[in-house]
């Protein structure tokens, strides 16, 4: 898989283009100041920039005018992983940085954000408009008694109010969570009841493939379910009144009230994520304001190379990463483009046509979106004005070779096409977009700059040219300051720091080539990642093990050769079930009502049992392995598993899906 070091790229930026990138003229400036490398090009800066750490997010924090409102006292404190401390002393806010271009009188009445429905219609928010609705609805959080540190919580779907009630939360000092509509009542709380939230935003119901989804009765169970609720705020997205006891979001932010910046420390909690929940409850990752402001500027500022004249849209919804990563293009000044809807209706060009209507320069989506594009043989430079386009970006898993050669062929022929890679786990990417560097198929284009990336074999060596494990032996500023309620670090340290103490081992194949790209080979772990939207298989298993007829269930995602995902849920049934067309639609529908329709599975697939481990674990990595082909005597060690026979039928099934 690995290509040849003397293999043309399939796409090199023109010299001006590469004059033009604020990273060349970030490493000149820091040439200056800093004692960064004035030449060696890319692969100099990034070599400087993971030997000298700390002088290079001194150098980020000035270029990008960070404004520390009391100073720090180092760069790194403690450079310990876990653990590692960030600018000690120093205090700020993330969304005074995130709002500070609506204070230039030249943008404030242009668009920070361009909203775009299912219908195509267009709702553009100004930066001062943006400005005060988040200035109004800080006010009245206060006035609630939300105070720095309490969580507040959006179930939302990817609307101008997600991002004004995100802002509203980070100005004022608090925890900012979210999940998307789509999820059902039990994910919401295995989520939102860790975190304790003490403020509800929610709608009513979304719109979502041509259909309207009620979610009255999910809402009215979350109000139950969450005892620390001060506040339930309704946004009638269908229409509907708000419900008894809940504040309607437009007398919310109806004031015009000048937003006041709680100054908070640099490692203060900006926001909550979620891991997949593979063996339990979902993780709840904490993020710092001062970590993820660094971060997100480095990012998006210099890797997206994005600006004041750019409009960055990604298809994503609020229970994705990509959503925080998103709404973070505001930082750079940058027109952020909202779409809230389903990724193929009315057909799957939909998002293309977003492309056209709001004049993306950076288009955002995932890689299967490529491949279906390419399966469905659709032509979105022929059939649709994408001249701003700059830049193609996917993630959630790899982009395969022929989606490089299908966007090359089929969109712009100068296309830069960046096929990114990093985790909810630091809400950034390891590895991916670098304006600068040529593209080779099937390569990211580097490890991202502050990110010491390596592979390493299982005895921590590094490989080049090998697939082994992706690492990063240095700390980066996103990197969780916690997870939630973890008061001994134990969940957190063992959910990277177990295989490498002191070095964080994420979950990800990867191939480091001689020429300095990367090759993502997929998940090491277990979990599913589907449509760029992760569930854990232990989600999967809770709701499933309900129905009567089902003993135990075992759930593999696949990433295949084409760019497909294959998903397959194998049951061990009950004595006397029958594995029939009325039993395989109800386990879809119950995965489908409780957890997530992009979860339901490809096909269910009776099983003699599952094995486990002796320990009593299900055995989800070798078994994935083997229906990659891998040689049972290569994909497990027979002395962990209780029954080593019954991983003969996977064996035998993956013979016949060769």
């Known amino acids: ?16 283009r590469v004059e033009a990138a604020a990273v060349t003229r970030f490493q000149r400036w820091a040439a200056e100041r800093y004692g960064a490398p004035a030449e060696g090009g890319y692969a100099a800066l990034h070599r400087w920039s993971v030997d000298e750490l700390d002088t290079f997010w001194k150098a980020v924090a000035d270029w990008f005018d960070v404004r520390f409102s009391t100073p720090y006292e180092a760069v790194i404190g403690d450079r310990t992983m876990p653990g590692a401390q960030w600018f000690p002393g120093a205090t700020l806010n993330y969304a005074e940085h995130a709002l500070r271009t609506a204070d230039d009188p030249l943008r404030a009445d242009a668009p920070a954000l361009l909203y775009v429905d299912e219908t195509h219609t267009q709702v553009a928010i100004s930066w001062s408009e943006l400005r005060r609705q988040a200035g109004s609805l800080a006010a009245e959080l206060r006035a609630i008694g939300v105070t720095p540190g309490d969580r507040v919580s959006g179930y939302l779907p990817n609307i101008p109010q997600a991002v004004v009630a995100f802002l509203a939360t980070a100005a004022v000092g608090g925890v900012w969570t ?10 919401v709380l295995d989520r939102f009841q860790q975190v304790e939230p003490v403020v509800l935003f929610t709608v009513d119901g979304y719109r979502y493939g041509g259909k309207e989804h009620d979610r009255t009765d999910t809402v009215a169970e979350l109000r139950r379910e969450l005892p620390t609720l001060r506040a339930v705020v309704h946004i009638p997205l269908l229409g509907t009144d708000a419900p008894d006891g809940a504040l309607e979001w ?7 009230t000048e937003p006041v910046f709680e100054q908070v420390p640099f490692d203060h909690p900006l926001w909550v994520l979620y891991s997949s929940g593979t063996t339990g409850l979902p993780k709840a990752i904490v993020q710092s304001q001062g970590g993820i402001l660094l971060e997100h500027f480095k990012q998006i500022g210099l890797h997206c190379d994005l600006g004041p004249d750019d409009r960055f849209f990604w298809y994503t919804s609020t229970g994705w990463m990509m959503w925080n990563f998103l709404v973070s293009g505001l930082l750079t000044g940058t027109t952020v483009v909202l779409y809230d809807g389903s990724p ?4 799957v060009s939909a998002q293309w046509r977003v492309a056209e209507q709001t004049g993306a320069t950076l288009f955002g989506t995932s890689a299967a979106y490529v491949m279906a594009c390419r399966k469905a043989d659709v032509h979105p430079g022929r059939d649709y004005d994408l001249s701003r386009v700059q830049c193609v970006a996917t993630t959630g898993s790899p982009l395969p070779p022929d989606g490089f050669r299908w966007l090359h062929d089929e969109v712009a022929e100068d296309l830069w096409i960046a096929s990114v890679s990093g985790g909810t786990d630091v809400c950034s990417c390891f590895a991916g977009a670098v304006p600068t560097l040529p593209v080779h198929i099937g390569e990211l284009q580097a490890p991202c700059l502050g990110t010491d990336l390596q592979s390493w074999d299982p005895a921590g060596e590094p490989l080049t040219g090998e697939v082994g494990e992706l690492v990063v032996t240095a700390p980066m500023p996103s990197m969780p300051v916690r997870f939630w309620n973890d008061p001994d670090g134990s969940r957190y340290h063992d959910s990277y720091f177990d295989m490498y103490p002191g070095v964080w081992r994420h979950g990800d194949w990867i191939t ?16 599913l990642n589907r449509q760029g939207v992760r569930m854990g298989s232990a989600d999967i298993y809770e709701a499933v093990e309900r129905l009567p007829e089902i003993r135990e269930s075992l759930v593999i995602g696949l990433e295949e050769p084409d760019g497909g995902y294959w998903m397959p849920l194998f049951v061990h049934l009950a004595d006397g079930a029958v594995l029939d067309d009325a039993l395989r639609d109800s386990i879809k529908r119950t995965i489908r009502e409780n957890l997530s329709p992009r979860h339901v599975p490809d096909e269910v697939i009776e099983v003699p049992g599952i094995p486990h481990t002796l320990t009593g674990k299900r055995i989800e990595v070798p078994v994935k392995r083997l229906l990659q082909g891998t040689a049972l005597s290569k994909a497990v060690n027979p002395g962990s598993i209780d029954n080593l026979e019954l991983l003969h039928f996977y064996e035998q099934l993956a013979r016949e899906r060769r």
């Open 1 to 16: 898989m690995t290509s040849a070091a003397d293999e043309a790229p399939l796409w090199q930026p023109e010299p001006e």
């Open 344 to 347: 193929g209706y009315p057909d």
């Open 512 to 527: 480091l080539t001689e020429r300095g790209s990367v090759i993502i080979h997929g998940r090491s772990d277990s979990t």
């Open 178 to 187: 979210s999940c998307a509509p789509d999820f059902g009542a039990r994910s």
């Open 250 to 256: 437009s007398a919310l932010t109806a004031a015009d």
